[in-house]
């Protein structure tokens, strides 16, 4: 209990962004991320919806395809 308590205190940044736990649940809350594809050879953000930069294409495209 006294490490999850400490752990819940924790909220810094790192190499890969912010990294916070929730207290409560012990899970890590701070981060956020995105999904990126490469389509027809650019790489653009898909998820999340507001930060998207294009639908992500679904199915894959076979290798070589768009």
């Known amino acids: 209990e006294e490490l999850r308590a400490k752990a819940g205190e924790l909220d810094f940044t ?3 962004g ?12 701070g981060h956020d991320m995105v999904v990126m ?14 930060a998207a ?3 992500p294409v679904y199915p894959k495209p076979p290798w070589g395809g768009t």
């Open 37 to 50: 594809m490469w389509i027809e050879g650019d790489r653009y953000i898909v998820w999340p919806t507001e």
């Open 18 to 29: 912010r990294f916070k736990i929730d207290p409560e649940t012990g899970l890590q809350t």
């Open 53 to 55: 930069e294009r639908d």
């Open 14 to 16: 790192t190499l890969w």
